[in-house]
């Protein structure tokens, strides 16, 4: 976060007239003495020029002085302050100054100094407990998911298998949120037929679009792009849950070729819709709208999109959404033809 000083800030700050106001004491005393010296030289009858030179001296000299302490106080303070509003990480403060050569200056270095160690070290010890805590989790979710599996293999009532199905994409929904963030050292991008990652899914999905009449069909998805096949296939699963949690009875999936060379998957569902004014902030983490918080869609928890959107930023891919409350909705994977995939593929 930026400082919110203005740049007229710093310049008041460092002002001559606040250095002075602050000085005022000192003034004060310089002025007194003076004044004391000039009365003592009287009383002693010296020479009218002695005393002249004196004092002129005697105000040079604190004139210097001040001087010199205003310009060494007002450079550092100017680049303290400066810096400070230019920065987006105002703790790296420190790395863009100079050691100041004066005594306050030196104080507030090491001051700013401990506080930067103390906040590093704090950022440190959270970022090892975030970690440990995420890989607990992953591990957690992987255990949770071995009985899931008998469960599934050992039942036999199609209402019991459909619970089971919706709790085990609710474990991968939460395994892959918590890898998001970090989701670089799991994917490996290659070369793909998007028909393969969708027959995958609807084979994973066949239960739940069985036990729901679901018509699900495909249409032209004989394309080649370069994905992760397993997080691919994680990111068209939310949004066919999403299509069928919200009343769709039939699924088309398609992929067509645009003019910049791009590939376009569609989901298109038949289902409620989403409102125009809801529309534009699906993708956004924790979001519902209006649909989400219906009696018959309290379940919805707003991340499925979030987690999407998310997966295809870090992809490369992009994503968005078209919809007609009452008619249905589609949702876009553009899959971009970038030079970057083809030369690491071909290394």
Same mark, same amino acid.
């Given at each position: 976060?930026?400082?919110?000083?203005?740049?007229?800030?710093?310049?008041?700050?460092?002002?001559?007239?606040?250095?002075?106001?602050?000085?005022?004491?000192?003034?004060?005393?310089?002025?007194?003495?003076?004044?004391?010296?000039?009365?003592?030289?009287?009383?002693?009858?010296?020479?009218?020029?002695?005393?002249?030179?004196?004092?002129?001296?005697?105000?040079?000299?604190?004139?210097?002085?001040?001087?010199?302490?205003?310009?060494?106080?007002?450079?550092?303070?100017? &680049? !303290?302050?400066?810096?400070?509003?230019?920065?987006? +990480? *105002?703790?790296? /403060?420190?790395?863009?100054? %100079?050691?100041?050569? $004066?005594?306050?200056?030196?104080?507030?270095?090491?001051?700013?100094?401990?506080?930067?160690?103390?906040?590093?070290?704090?950022?440190?010890?959270?970022?090892?407990?975030?970690?440990?805590?995420?890989?607990?989790?992953?591990?957690?979710?992987?255990?949770?998911?071995?009985?899931?599996?008998?469960?599934?293999?050992?039942?036999?009532?199609?209402?019991?298998?459909?619970?089971?199905?919706?709790?085990?994409?609710?474990?991968?929904?939460?395994?892959?949120?918590?890898?998001?963030?970090?989701?670089?050292?799991?994917?490996?991008?290659?070369?793909?037929?998007?028909?393969?990652?969708?027959? &995958? !899914?609807?084979?994973?999905?066949?239960?739940?679009? +069985? *036990?729901?009449? /679901?018509?699900?069909?495909? %249409?032209?998805?004989? $394309?080649?792009?370069?994905?992760?096949?397993?997080?691919?296939?994680?990111?068209?699963?939310?949004?066919?849950?999403?299509?069928?949690?919200?009343?769709?009875?039939?699924?088309?999936?398609?992929?067509?070729?645009?003019?910049?060379?791009?590939?376009?998957?569609?989901?298109?569902?038949?289902?409620?819709?989403?409102?125009?004014?809801?529309?534009?902030?699906?993708?956004?983490?924790?979001?519902?709208?209006?649909?989400?918080?219906?009696?018959?869609?309290?379940?919805?928890?707003?991340?499925?999109?979030?987690?999407?959107?998310?997966?295809?930023?870090?992809?490369?891919?992009?994503?968005?959404?078209?919809?007609?409350?009452?008619?249905?909705?589609?949702?876009?994977?553009?899959?971009?033809?970038?030079?970057?995939?083809?030369?690491?593929?071909?290394?």
């Amino acid at each position: 976060m930026k400082s919110q000083l203005q740049t007229s800030d710093w310049k008041t700050i460092a002002s001559l007239k606040v250095f002075l106001r602050d000085r005022i004491y000192v003034i004060m005393l310089a002025v007194a003495s003076l004044f004391t010296l000039l009365l003592f030289l009287l009383a002693l009858k010296i020479a009218l020029e002695v005393i002249i030179v004196v004092a002129v001296v005697f105000i040079v000299f604190v004139t210097i002085s001040l001087a010199i302490e205003y310009s060494r106080r007002r450079y550092f303070y100017q &680049n !303290l302050l400066q810096n400070l509003q230019t920065l987006d +990480q *105002a703790y790296l /403060i420190l790395e863009t100054l %100079e050691p100041p050569n $004066f005594y306050e200056g030196k104080i507030l270095w090491e001051t700013l100094y401990q506080a930067n160690k103390s906040m590093a070290e704090h950022v440190k010890r959270h970022a090892m407990m975030t970690k440990d805590f995420r890989e607990y989790i992953e591990l957690w979710i992987h255990e949770a998911k071995t009985p899931l599996a008998t469960l599934t293999i050992m039942n036999r009532d199609p209402r019991i298998s459909e619970q089971l199905q919706r709790l085990d994409g609710y474990l991968e929904q939460v395994l892959y949120y918590v890898r998001a963030e970090h989701a670089e050292s799991d994917y490996l991008i290659k070369k793909l037929t998007l028909a393969n990652v969708v027959h &995958n !899914l609807a084979m994973h999905q066949r239960e739940i679009i +069985q *036990a729901r009449h /679901i018509d699900f069909s495909t %249409e032209n998805l004989d $394309f080649m792009v370069f994905s992760d096949a397993k997080w691919l296939e994680f990111i068209l699963g939310q949004i066919l849950t999403n299509s069928i949690k919200y009343g769709s009875n039939r699924i088309v999936v398609a992929a067509a070729q645009n003019q910049d060379g791009d590939i376009e998957l569609e989901i298109s569902d038949n289902g409620i819709g989403i409102a125009e004014k809801d529309l534009s902030r699906i993708f956004e983490k924790s979001f519902t709208g209006a649909n989400g918080r219906q009696a018959d869609s309290s379940r919805s928890t707003g991340m499925g999109l979030y987690i999407v959107n998310t997966l295809c930023r870090k992809l490369g891919h992009q994503v968005s959404a078209e919809s007609i409350i009452g008619q249905g909705t589609t949702i876009k994977i553009v899959f971009k033809n970038h030079d970057y995939y083809h030369v690491t593929n071909s290394q």
